[in-house]
Structures are given as C-alpha cells and as structure tokens.
C-alpha cells in the first residue's frame, strides 16, 4: 500500500483532511451511507482513528481528540486538482486538535492498552472455610516474617491469582554476563550489522575500524577519547584564536528567519511541502526497546539519554549551519559526523549516571552530555574557537525553546545532509530518521522547552573540556603583544609605536578578553568580552539579546 500526501487543518466543529490520490474514478461527493460510497472507496471512523482506503492508497490517522459520522460528515473528490477533502466531525465542538500539522504524529500507530489477563478458571460455587482461631493467626503472621524475600514473594502471588509485580530494571545488572558477541547500537541499540564491511567504505569518520561490530560500548568510548587527543592541535587552535577575523564574522551572523537556529523563528511554525514529505516517508513502528517486549521506552533512563543524544546532534547541526550561513557544502555531512559521538564513535551520552533522577536535567548531566561535543569542535573542523562552540550551544538553546517543530526542522535539515551521501547516510539510518520520528510522536514539548531552559543556565569551564585552553590563550595573547620585527619597525618609522597600537588593539579585541566568563543570551551574537575568556565559563541565558 501506497501512503498517499495528505494534509490537516481543524475548525471549531470539524477537522478537514485533504489526501492527494489522482486517478479516482467513481464519485465526486460522497456521504458516510455505505451505499452510496464509491466501489473502490472506503471510510472508516472508530473514535479517534480514521482510515481511508483507495487503491493502491492507504491511510490511517489517529488524531488527538475522538471524531464522529454524523450528517456533517462529508467527502468530496476534485478529479482537476486530484484531492480527497474529507470532513469529520469532532466529538467535542471546540475542542482543539494539538499538532495536526505533525503528520508523523498522527501517522503513528495508536498505542494499545493492553487488558488484564482475566482468571482461566471461573469459581462457580465455594464454601467458606471454618474461622482459625485467633492464636492460629498470630502464630501464621509471626511464621510470615521469618519467611525469605522468596518465599514471601510466593505467598504474595498465590494471594493476587500469581500475577506477581514485574519492574523493569533502572539500570544494568551489576554481574551481568554477555552472552551473545552480538554488538548494537544506534537508537535504543536497535541496530546491528551496518558496520560489517565498513573496512571497504571510505568512512572517514568511523574511529572504531573495522572492529565496529565487534566493540562494547566501554572500549567504543576509549577508542574515541584516544582519537580526540591524537586530533588535537595546541598550534592550530592557538592561530585560530590570534586570527579570528573570520570566526567573529561566523559568531556574528544571524539566522534567517525560517531557520530553526533564529529567535525570529514565526510561531507556530509551518512546515514546508518537503518537510511534509520527509514526515511521510519516515520509519512507521512503535518505539520499543529491542530486548523488551513493552508499549513505550523500556525505562526513563533511556528517555533521558535519548535527549542527551538529541542535543548533541542539535549541536552539530548547529555549528554546520552558522559556519556555512544554512547553505550545506560537499563537506556539511563530514563535519555533522565527526562532531557527534553517537555518529563517529557509536558513543551516545549519558556519559555518566544521572546526578538527578531520571529525566530530571541538571547542570552536571548537560556538561558531561556536551563536553565531548565541544571537545571535538576543538580537534576536529576547520573553525576551531571556544567562542564558535558557545554561539553553537546558544543556537541549540534557541531551537529546544522553540519547541518540537523547530527541533524537527533541524533534524530533517541534517537528515537532508546525511542522506545525500554515499557513506555517511547510513549514520541517519540508525539515529536520524528514528529521532525524527520519535521527536514528532513521542518527545514531550514541556520537555524539550524545558531541556533548553535547563542548557540556559549551565556553566561550561574551559579546564573541563580536558586541554589547556586557558594557558594557549594566555600564550598566544603575549605572542601577539611582541614587538614587530625589524621590518615592521622600519615601516612604522623605527619608533614601534604601530606596534604598541596592536599590541594595544589585541589586547582589546574579542579574543584577547580576560573576563573570568561569558555569559550568552539565546539569539544575540556574543559581546566582545565574552568570545574566550580565561577561565572559560559560560553561562546560557534564554532572554534574546539584540546587537
């Protein structure tokens, strides 16, 4: 079956879904009387599902709220445009239908709530039993206590018809044991086998060899904190940061408005006819995790890495853009690659255990999420500046706040460039296309605003990020405030004062600050001070800023 393009709006009384499927033969108005519907046309309400199908077409939606066939309910066949304007009536007048323009949303399959086992056998007839003394009760309960952890299990079960609580475990068995030398990965380690004949690919990006099957997760992590610090360069960074013309022209730029980075992002945002279609061509499946059979995530704490993950690829995105100004080159898929961990090294955060409880963000849990990722934004690209990775965690805080259709639009822009290469598309096969999905259907809106407001207000220390940046700096600021060499000095008149002018200009520029932080607003571009301090914090802040 074909899913045909379709699109939904809503009235107060009604929701109106338009299906593109040419080449209809047999009606032009239809009602909901069976008899009167077309042969090779079928409509179906049942709460809040609705299916349509023509063939070859097929489509199923679940919307928000429950729809009704009454007398309004209607649809209607333009053979010269080739739209289906189908007219369902809501059950509640008034009642607003969130996200309807989210069409991978209402493509979703309904989640199910599965019923109670009932009892296999049914008890007809019972006799009550002769009453226990009062002295039989009190020697059962004190023989109760002397039970094992088991044994009292038992009794519990044998009590509730043997349906005994089943808990999935927060986190990974302390002696578990490996018994498969089967390695996944990707999203909720779904995936395995993409990897097999990577040695016969020209992947640049993949730290892990051809062992990338074959690694756990421990050794996949050592394999890339190995790769960072071979691919650091003290003489490169120090260049860019004494040289920083263009870089300042890269932090300054804005946005245009319809990129998910700009604060004058229009709200709500509509998506475009090619987002619309990337959200019908995704994988259609519910989200469970590969080893447990359940309706939703197998446990917050995978929740709770998803969103690390997301921020992180936000990050990459992020830096893409504002470094090429939205307009992806040949090199776009590289620098998305190599800047995510997920990507390169098949290492998503969380990179240690949640300080907080699950799915409760604090400050420690997005600094170590991050770090990696500002780590290699020092090692890796063309543009190497602690000041670039600020702007691009502020441009990440810009597209969280906005929401989830701004999140989707950076995704589909990155899927855009990873699926347009001939090796790196698989990395949006295995995270990209199932974070789109899972973002649209299944990612809380409070959250992702509320993800963003929680990367607003954390620190990130230069010392952190594991190289001395603070001391390189320092350095490069006293070789930039030398005095010119003889023919600098000839040129200027042999007196140097040319030279104590930049010496003095350097020491005032944006990159020779020596504040003791940066503090970043979500939309403006950062102030002289604050482009690389020496001690290298940086506060996030929401409010936008205009320069």
């Given at each position: 079956m074909i899913t045909p393009r379709f699109t939904c709006s809503q009235t107060a009384a009604a929701v109106v879904v338009r299906i593109y499927v040419p080449a209809v033969r047999g009606f032009h108005i239809l009602t909901w009387a069976p008899a009167r519907q077309a042969s090779d046309v079928e409509l179906h309400v049942d709460g809040s599902l609705f299916s349509v199908h023509i063939s070859p077409y097929f489509l199923r939606l679940d919307f928000p709220g429950e729809i009704v066939e009454d007398d309004a309910s209607c649809a209607a066949y333009d053979p010269a445009s080739g739209n289906l304007t189908v007219?369902?009536?809501?059950?509640?007048?008034?009642?607003?239908?969130?996200?309807?323009?989210?069409?991978?949303?209402?493509?979703?399959?309904?989640?199910?709530?599965?019923?109670?086992?009932?009892?296999?056998?049914?008890?007809?007839?019972?006799?009550?039993?002769?009453?226990?003394?009062?002295?039989?009760?009190?020697?059962?309960?004190?023989?109760?206590?002397?039970?094992?952890?088991?044994?009292?299990?038992?009794?519990?079960?044998?009590?509730?018809?043997?349906?005994?609580?089943?808990?999935?475990?927060?986190?990974?068995?302390?002696?578990?044991?490996?018994?498969?030398?089967?390695?996944?990965?990707?999203?909720?380690?779904?995936?395995?086998?993409?990897?097999?004949?990577?040695?016969?690919?020209?992947?640049?990006?993949?730290?892990?060899?051809?062992?990338a099957e074959k690694l756990t997760e421990e050794e996949r992590r050592l394999?890339?904190?190995?790769?960072?610090?071979?691919?650091?360069?003290?003489?490169?960074?120090?260049?860019?940061?004494?040289?920083?013309?263009?870089?300042?022209?890269?932090?300054?730029?804005?946005?245009?408005?319809?990129?998910?980075?700009?604060?004058?992002?229009?709200?709500?945002?509509?998506?475009?006819?090619?987002?619309?279609?990337?959200?019908?061509?995704?994988?259609?499946?519910?989200?469970?995790?590969?080893?447990?059979?359940?309706?939703?995530?197998?446990?917050?704490?995978?929740?709770?890495?998803?969103?690390?993950?997301?921020?992180?690829?936000?990050?990459?995105?992020?830096?893409?853009?504002?470094?090429?100004?939205?307009?992806?080159?040949?090199?776009?898929?590289?620098?998305?690659?190599?800047?995510?961990?997920?990507?390169?090294?098949?290492?998503?955060?969380?990179?240690?255990?949640?300080?907080?409880?699950?799915?409760?963000?604090?400050?420690?849990?997005?600094?170590?999420?991050?770090?990696?990722?500002?780590?290699?934004?020092?090692?890796?690209?063309?543009?190497r500046s602690f000041a670039l990775a600020e702007r691009c965690l502020r441009d990440v805080c810009t597209v969280l706040g906005h929401g989830r259709r701004a999140v989707l639009r950076a995704?589909?822009?990155?899927?855009?460039?990873?699926?347009?290469?001939?090796?790196?598309?698989?990395?949006?096969?295995?995270?990209v296309d199932d974070f789109c999905r899972w973002v649209a259907s299944d990612a809380s809106e409070e959250m992702l605003r509320g993800l963003g407001q929680a990367l607003a207000g954390t620190r990130f220390d230069k010392r952190s990020v594991g190289w001395d940046l603070v001391e390189l700096e320092a350095a490069a600021r006293q070789q930039a405030a030398r005095a010119p060499d003889s023919d600098d000095e000839s040129e200027a008149g042999g007196d140097g004062s040319d030279g104590a002018d930049a010496a003095s200009d350097a020491s005032s520029s944006p990159s020779s600050s020596s504040s003791s932080s940066s503090t970043l607003s979500s939309s403006g571009a950062s102030s002289s001070s604050s482009s690389s301090s020496d001690s290298g914090s940086v506060s996030l802040q929401t409010s936008a800023t205009k320069h």
């Open positions: 007219t369902l009536t809501k059950a509640i007048p008034g009642e607003d239908f969130k996200d309807l323009d989210v069409l991978a949303k209402l493509l979703a399959p309904p989640k199910r709530d599965e019923p109670a086992p009932q009892p296999a056998i049914e008890v007809l007839d019972s006799e009550d039993a002769e009453e226990v003394p009062q002295t039989a009760e009190i020697d059962l309960a004190e023989a109760t206590k002397q039970l094992s952890l088991d044994q009292r299990e038992v009794l519990q079960a044998a009590e509730n018809d043997w349906q005994i609580p089943q808990q999935t475990p927060q986190s990974p068995l302390p002696y578990s044991v490996q018994i498969s030398t089967e390695r996944r990965y990707g999203f909720l380690n779904a995936y395995t086998g993409y990897f097999s004949h990577v040695a016969l690919t020209e992947n640049e990006v993949n730290e892990l060899g051809d062992e394999r890339r904190l190995k790769h960072e610090e071979e691919k650091w360069d003290e003489e490169y960074y120090m260049a860019d940061f004494v040289d920083d013309e263009y870089i300042q022209e890269i932090i300054a730029y804005r946005p245009p408005p319809e990129a998910p980075c700009s604060p004058d992002l229009s709200n709500p945002l509509v998506f475009t006819e090619e987002e619309n279609a990337e959200m019908l061509r995704l994988p259609r499946k519910e989200c469970k995790y590969s080893f447990l059979e359940s309706e939703d995530l197998a446990t917050p704490l995978q929740k709770h890495g998803l969103y690390l993950t997301l921020m992180s690829i936000l990050f990459s995105y992020a830096y893409d853009a504002r470094t090429t100004q939205n307009d992806p080159t040949p090199e776009s898929a590289w620098t998305i690659c190599s800047l995510t961990p997920a990507f390169t090294a098949l290492d998503p955060p969380p990179y240690a255990p949640p300080t907080g409880t699950p799915l409760t963000f604090t400050s420690a849990d997005i600094q170590s999420a991050l770090t990696p990722s500002i780590r290699r934004a020092l090692a890796f690209p063309l543009y995704l589909f822009a990155t899927k855009r460039v990873l699926d347009h290469h001939e090796v790196y598309y698989i990395y949006s096969k295995i995270w």
